[in-house]
């Protein structure tokens, strides 16, 4: 199993960046897809998720800024982040789950500047 996060970059504040993670190895439709991040000296946290059926959902630190999606054709999630703050540069990671199982990407830096 594979995922490959890819889009990050430094980007100005209020700008936007498009996240995007390509899966390979799964079946896709089935695992509920997620992105995480992980600021310098923080714990990981929950950044979307989005089930099977396609239902988000968002940290509020996010909500109203991001959107994720997913297009199971293409066995890819994205995340379309906007209105992009200093406070929101991290790594951001990808996860695909399924009760057990999880997989993770390796990460993509997100740096926003003021």
């Known amino acids: 199993v594979q995922l490959q996060a890819s889009g990050g970059g430094l980007v100005q504040g209020g700008g936007s960046l498009r996240l995007s993670c390509a899966t390979s190895?799964?079946?896709?439709?089935?695992?509920?897809m997620g992105w995480y991040r992980q600021a310098p000296e923080k714990q990981r946290e929950l950044v979307a998720l989005?089930?099977?059926?396609?239902?988000?959902n968002y940290a509020d630190l996010v909500k109203g800024r991001f959107t994720i999606s997913r297009d199971n054709a293409k066995n890819t999630v994205y995340l379309q982040m906007g209105s992009l703050k200093p406070e929101d540069t991290a790594i951001y990671y990808c996860?695909?789950?399924?009760?057990?199982?999880?997989?993770w990407g390796q990460g993509t830096l997100v740096t926003v500047s003021s």
């Open positions: 190895g799964l079946i896709f439709s089935i695992y509920t």
């Open positions: 996860k695909a789950s399924r009760g057990k199982n999880e997989f």
């Open positions: 989005i089930g099977r059926g396609g239902g988000p």
